[in-house]
């Protein structure tokens, strides 16, 4: 079950915050958060365990709210460099689950 | 290899010819995912290999996907009588093991199809 993110995409100025939301309609046993730029692959931000588990990435920290199966991350005083599109993985219980993807939401940051 | 290497990073190829793609994990890695990026759109899961188990195929979108993956290493991702919709990038990824490693990504096969 595809989780679902929002916003779609959000146009940001530098030094403003965003944040973007990851939901799910399955319990969660983990949340992945991980940066795409333009042309590139998508690189590794962090991971959230349930138990409501905030971690951080510099100015970009996350959430994992497991009873409502919802992460947000969180972008503050956003840099030029944090342009690009933000996906979400999520998998279950089960260690053979696979992690599937949200379908993204695409961060620009303007001067 | 030092991160994962898919090839080839392009492929044309004309409607109905059948492709392989290949993807060389990280050594170790006991976890490959296959995903596919079509033109500005999400990562769409198609297979996942873990260790020994029997691989997820539930992504995959027809009968004309398969993949192997040849001592628990190398997988090759094989598309056959490609259509024009199956153009786009196919992601390759690897995870160390566990329920929570993080994923090391290829940097993809982009695949046309005329």
């Known amino acids: 079950q595809q989780p679902v993110q929002s916003p779609q995409a959000v146009i940001l100025r530098e030094g403003e915050d965003a944040v973007i939301n990851c939901s799910s309609s399955k319990a969660l046993y983990s949340v992945h958060w991980y940066r795409q730029k333009h042309g590139e692959a998508p690189v590794f931000l962090m991971i959230l365990l349930k138990g409501g588990e905030q971690k951080g990435h510099e100015k970009i920290s996350a959430s994992f709210n497991e009873k409502k199966q919802q992460s947000s991350l969180y972008l503050t005083a956003s840099q030029l460099s944090y342009s690009g599109t933000y996906f979400c993985?999520?998998?279950?219980?089960?260690?053979?689950?696979?992690?599937?993807f949200g379908k993204g939401t695409r961060l620009s940051v303007i001067a | 290899g030092a991160g994962v290497s898919q090839s080839p990073s392009n492929k044309v190829t004309e409607k109905g010819k059948d492709v392989e793609l290949r993807c060389d994990p990280i050594s170790g890695h006991t976890a490959l995912y296959w995903y596919r990026q079509s033109l500005g759109q999400g990562l769409e899961f198609l297979i996942y290999?873990?260790?020994?188990?029997?691989?997820?195929k539930s992504g995959l979108p027809s009968d004309r996907f398969s993949a192997e993956r040849t001592g628990g290493s190398v997988s090759t991702l094989t598309i056959q009588r490609t259509q024009q919709e199956d153009s786009a990038v196919y992601l390759c990824?690897?995870?160390?093991?566990?329920?929570?490693?993080?994923?090391?990504f290829g940097e993809g096969s982009r695949l046309t199809v005329l």
């Open positions: 993985g999520t998998g279950g219980d089960s260690g053979n689950t696979p992690l599937v």
């Open positions: 990824a690897s995870r160390q093991g566990g329920r929570t490693g993080e994923l090391f």
């Open positions: 290999f873990q260790g020994n188990s029997a691989p997820d």
